[in-house]
């Protein structure tokens, strides 16, 4: 496996910013249509980052990226399926993919993100996807509302410009284009936080189920925990609740999280007899998209172009998705010449359209939706719930949940309010989105 990183060329088809899944995928299925690609990472990996269950419907990118083989022969745990415990501690039944669809997707993987990027980032490489880390970009250079190339600088404070058809902007939460173009929208719902450590030795189920998300809600039903087993008879717990709950007039951050564990008997009990081995970890997890996904000469991909609450650990599935949707887009226009808004941004609306249904998973779920309760009444819809579990998302089958799932509404309840229907003001005045690292060790 080659590692290694050739010079900077000044000029390549294509230049990502960001080696995160999105950068890599991105990258990886351009180079293999044969166009020059160089990839821009600032840090050197690698790097923490928060993101490790992955979701079926990833099969499909990881395929085409040939990264099947190489995490079948990693040491993450396989995840089958995901459960759900409600405010009163009542397991459900899983949800196993496989049910579903029996076929080999059905089986995914929990990761370690540090390790999971870096194998994508090398398998970038492989395919012959010029890489560079410790090189920020500090801007993308725009002429004639076209972009044209970036500025980067390099790890020993050279600064230089590399030209290119086209740039996309993988670089997650940091967001470059969409800043600049004021294209952002907050999610006038989604305005969560996140804390979260990790755990040894704690509860894990046996065989198939040792793999499995569990979804906890917390008994005040302000929040919920996620417990994803990782390996090395390793826990990742974080607890999501409005950002106001988890942060306003509460103490430090280990302090809010024990509160919130001691709360949660079904969280209490399962780390009963498990070590803590890291410190804490925080985020400002506020929901956002893009009002564009692309314009004359650029593309945005993964989070740089949109973030969707994690709990249905969609983030991966969208990066992988964007990257590939992209990317073709992309060879298809260099190829025919046409590397405008329109060209560049045919995927837009469908991708959108898939998130919407994910949004709304998530917007029933804070607003009462009982999966139990649901599948106990409409059992035939159970297949389609699963599906958009599943992040089978890009298709219009699965829209048959929504009339049943408001036939359950409260008299007053009305449908969420969609992602691009305004922000209040005293909300978006104030918003930014923060990552809090602990010292010490990470995964
Ligand atoms: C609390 C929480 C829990 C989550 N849980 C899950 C989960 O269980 N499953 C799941 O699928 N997703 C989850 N996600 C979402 C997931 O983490 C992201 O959606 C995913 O990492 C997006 O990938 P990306 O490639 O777009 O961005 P990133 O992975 O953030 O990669 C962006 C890269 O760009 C680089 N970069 C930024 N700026 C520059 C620059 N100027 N120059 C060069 N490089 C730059 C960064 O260093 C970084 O490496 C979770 C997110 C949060 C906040």
Redesign the pocket.
Known sequence: MTTETSAINSESDVVV???????ATTSTLIAQSGLKVQL????KFP?F??????IPETYWVLRRLNMLDKLRASPFIKKYSVQFVNANGKLSAPFYFHDNKPHECSQTWQVVRSEF?QMMLNNAREHGVNVHEQV??LEVIIENNVAVGVKIQEADGTKREVRAKVVVD?????T?LQNRFKLREWDPILNKG?IWTYWEGAYRDVGKDEGATIVIQTPNKEGWFWY?PLYNNRISL?VVAPFDYLFKNRGSHEETYHEEVEKCPAVKERIGNAKRITGYFA?K?YSYRSKACAGNGWVLV???FG?LD?LY???????LRSGELAADAIVEGIRKGDTSEAQLGKWGQNFNEGVDRMRRLVCEYYDGFSFGQFVKQNPHLKGHLTDLLIGDLFTDKVDDVWEPMEALYAPEKTEPRRWDSGTPPEIASNKVNELYLPDGARP
């Open positions: 910013i960001g080696g995160g899944p999105a950068g821009f990472e600032r840090e790097r980052h928060i993101g490790e269950s992955l990027d920020r970009v993988a670089s997650g939460q940091s470059m996140a994803i974080g985020t997890d993964g989070d740089a973030f994690p650990s969609s983030g991966v599935l969208l990066a």
